[in-house]
């Protein structure tokens, strides 16, 4: 049965956001099919268009990448009941069922959450943003969810990354905030009032999130962030690869 990979990523107005994820699949080397999708927002590369470039390459197994964050997303399950691997979705959503050839098969593989390249990548942000851990401590950033279950995921993720990287760079401290509920300012004083934070966003590529929104929750408070996301650190690039390992036989 021939495989091929569709790397599904949220997508974005900007074409800059968008070409990060595209050039981030082009350092791949494989000797199967990979199609890059987006969930909205880019003409031509939805995800029914990525499958279907994938069957007519003839293509019959199909793994199916969330290049997302967290598996605390909403917006996973929508990918999900849209792939046809869930009867239902557990959140309103504008996408429909893709109807497969007969044959196809789709294999859901999971997104970044704490695998090592992510670990890693975090890692090196921190200790770059470090001049006296003893004196430091850390902020992760990230979207979160106010949904039942999601916002546990949510929670599960980043207090493992605040603990595991607290401990490696050797800080006083770690805490972790999110937009959803709107925790980051309170967050940021807390930590402020006896440490030096070194704020560190989880979010794949820069936008609207890592550009204003945390700096504007941060204003007026004594903090180092200097807002790069995950993307274009070749650790995606290298979690990509090694999921793709695990997947294709």
């Known amino acids: 049965m021939k495989q091929g990979v569709i790397i599904i990523a949220h997508g974005s107005r ?7 994820v595209e050039k981030t699949a082009r350092q791949l080397t494989s000797n ?13 590369k939805s995800i029914v268009n990525g499958i279907r470039r994938l069957e007519e390459k003839g293509v019959q197994h199909i793994i199916a990448i ?18 046809g691997l869930a009867d239902s979705c557990a959140v ?5 069922r893709i109807s497969l050839q007969p044959g196809t098969a ?7 959450d ?12 921190v200790c770059e943003l470090s001049s006296r851990p003893e004196e430091e401590a850390l902020l992760l950033v990230a979207h979160g969810s106010e949904e039942t279950g999601y916002q546990e995921r949510w929670e599960r993720l980043l207090q493992e990354l605040a603990a595991s990287l607290c ?7 770690a805490a972790y905030s999110t937009f959803h509920p709107d925790t980051i300012r309170q967050q940021a004083s807390r930590l402020a009032d006896r440490y ?20 504007q929750r941060l204003a007026g408070i004594s903090v180092r962030y200097d807002g790069r996301p995950y993307l274009p650190d070749p650790n995606v690039a290298k979690w990509l690869a090694s999921t793709i390992q695990m997947y294709v036989s």
């Open 32 to 44: 199967v099919q990979i199609e890059v999708a987006f969930l909205g927002m880019v003409e031509g």
């Open 106 to 112: 789709i294999t859901w593989a999971a997104p970044m």
């Open 114 to 125: 704490t695998h090592q390249c992510i670990r890693t990548l975090l890692r090196t942000r």
């Open 196 to 215: 030096k934070p070194l704020v560190v966003p989880l979010f794949l590529s820069s936008g609207y999130y890592t550009e204003k929104a945390i700096p």
């Open 92 to 96: 309103p959503t504008d996408l429909a």
């Open 167 to 173: 401990d490696e760079v050797g800080l006083c401290a």
């Open 14 to 20: 900007r074409p800059e956001w968008n070409e990060l």
């Open 66 to 83: 969330p290049l997302f964050v967290s598996s605390g997303s909403t917006h996973l399950s929508e990918i999900r009941y849209a792939l």
